[in-house]
C-alpha cells in the first residue's frame, strides 16, 4: 500500500504569515494527491486536488504544488480562521491513504 | 446543495455489529459521476480510509477491514451503508461518509457529512 508522510507535524505561525506543508508519498502517484484542512469537532474540508487544482469556493492564498513523491501546500498571508490541521490523501492507488497532518498553530 | 448525513447507534458492544446509513439530500446516489466513501478517525488521530459503493454496486474496501466489512446503496432511497461487523474497541472513531466526485484520474471527496462518533465498550 502507498504511504504518504507529511512534515513537520505541527507548524507554529502567525497572521500574516506565508506557510509551506509537505507531503511525500511512498512512490510516484502523479499527481493523485489533495489537501484537506480540518478544524476541531469538524469534517475535513476539500482545498485542494489532483496536487494544484484550487477546489470551487477556496480562497487563492491557498495553492499546491508537486507531481510524483513530493508535494506542498501553501499558505500565503495567513488569516486568523486558517488555524486547523492539515492532511494529504493519496488517492492514485487503494487503499487510499492520508497523511499524518500537520497542526498549524 | 449537497447534504450528507449519518445515522446510527453511537454505543456499541465489543463483538457486535456497526450499522450506519448516510443519507444524500440535494443530490442522487444513482450517477456514474461519483463515488460514496467512509471514513473513520479515531480520536486524535489521522482519517483512515475505510472504503467505497458505487451506484452500480460496485465495492472497494480496505484491506485491513475487508473481512468484516459490508457497503451497500440504495438508489431509490437515496442513501448508503455501512456495516462492520465483531466490533471492538479499536473500531472507536467519528465515521464520515463522503461523496468523491470523479475528475481524471482523482476522486476528491468534495461533500462530507457531519460525522457520527462511534464508541465501543463493555
Known amino acids: 500500500a502507498i504511504q504518504v508522510t507529511q512534515s513537520p507535524p505541527s507548524l507554529s505561525a502567525s497572521v500574516g504569515d506565508r506557510v509551506t506543508f509537505t507531503c511525500r508519498a511512498s512512490?510516484?502517484?502523479?499527481?493523485?494527491l489533495a489537501w484537506y484542512q480540518q478544524k476541531p469537532g469538524k469534517a475535513p474540508k476539500l482545498l485542494i486536488y489532483s496536487a494544484s487544482t484550487l477546489q470551487s469556493g477556496v480562497p487563492s492564498r491557498f495553492s499546491g504544488s508537486g507531481s510524483g513523491t513530493d508535494f506542498t501546500l501553501t499558505i500565503t498571508s495567513l488569516q486568523p480562521e486558517d488555524f486547523a490541521t492539515y492532511y494529504c490523501l493519496q488517492d492514485y492507488d487503494y487503499p487510499c491513504a492520508f497523511g499524518q497532518g500537520t497542526k498549524l498553530e | 446543495q449537497v447534504q450528507l448525513r449519518e445515522s446510527g447507534p453511537g454505543l456499541l458492544k465489543p463483538s457486535e455489529t456497526l450499522s450506519l446509513t448516510c443519507t444524500v439530500s440535494g443530490g442522487s446516489v444513482n450517477s456514474n459521476s461519483y463515488y460514496w466513501k467512509w471514513i473513520r478517525q479515531p480520536p486524535g488521530k489521522r482519517p483512515e480510509w475505510i472504503g467505497y459503493v458505487h451506484y452500480s454496486g460496485k465495492t472497494n474496501y480496505n484491506p485491513s477491514l475487508k473481512s468484516r466489512l459490508t457497503m451497500s446503496i440504495d438508489t431509490s432511497r437515496n442513501w448508503f451503508s455501512l456495516r462492520l461487523s465483531s466490533v471492538t474497541a479499536a473500531d472507536t472513531a467519528v465515521y464520515y461518509c463522503?461523496?468523491?466526485?470523479?475528475?481524471?484520474?482523482?476522486?476528491?471527496?468534495?461533500?462530507w457529512g457531519q460525522g457520527a462518533l462511534v464508541t465501543v465498550s463493555s
Open positions: 463522503a461523496r468523491a466526485s470523479r475528475i481524471g484520474t482523482t476522486c476528491p471527496l468534495d461533500y
Open positions: 512512490q510516484d502517484i502523479g499527481n493523485d
